[in-house]
């Protein structure tokens, strides 16, 4: 490492903060420049919407504790809105919350671009997932000529499997493809 030694002085209260800032900077590598970088950085991934890491959060929280309690206002959106997209049982239903999360944003919200971006974000990141591609595209549908539960869930090889729920005694399963039944099968 290499420390460069100020010159002695008389040391007041300021230029002795001023020299200790001096020394961690260069113990630390840091510089004005850089911190002002990585704040710009930080200000930049969170109005694209991005999930900041908990470093990032870190960094707001010692050095910008405003824009860190506007960072954590959006990620805890980020995460309630992952949650009802994770709970959703089809294509249709995931399309349906991201309309209302981003129908209730007030106009007067002063980090409304900010957290529509954050939406957005989410929604792209799960629609990518493997839970979202499972998804049937509508609701499972309800048998009411028999009052039971017919749930529709699509297989990968692109056929659908039909699950009818009775009165608890036992289930039945159907496979399905575009022109309706083509097997059965029964749990018991």
């Known amino acids: 490492m290499n420390f460069q030694f100020l010159k002695k002085e008389k040391v007041g209260e300021n230029s002795f903060r001023e020299c200790r800032e001096k020394l961690m900077d260069q113990l630390l590598g840091t510089s004005q420049e850089e911190e002002s970088t990585k704040q710009r950085r930080i200000e930049s991934k969170l109005s694209s919407g991005e999930k900041l890491t908990g470093a990032e959060l870190s ?49 007067r919200d002063p980090d409304k671009a900010i957290i529509i971006a954050a939406i957005k974000n989410v929604e792209k990141e799960f629609k990518e997932t493997n839970q979202y591609q499972r998804l049937p595209e509508k609701e499972p549908k309800t048998d009411q000529r ?25 289930q039945e399963t159907y496979e399905l493809d575009s022109e309706g039944c083509i097997g059965f099968n029964q749990e018991g």
Request: aromatic fraction near 10%.
């Open 59 to 107: 960094y707001l929280r010692r050095n910008n504790p405003k824009l860190y309690a506007r960072a954590l206002r959006i990620q805890h959106k980020r995460e309630s809105v992952l949650k009802k997209l994770e709970n959703c049982r089809s294509k249709k239903e995931v399309e349906e919350v991201i309309t209302f999360e981003l129908g209730s944003i007030s106009k």
């Open 146 to 170: 028999r009052g039971e539960d017919i749930w529709y869930f699509q297989k990968e090889d692109g056929t659908t499997l039909a699950y009818s729920i009775g009165n608890g005694e036992y």
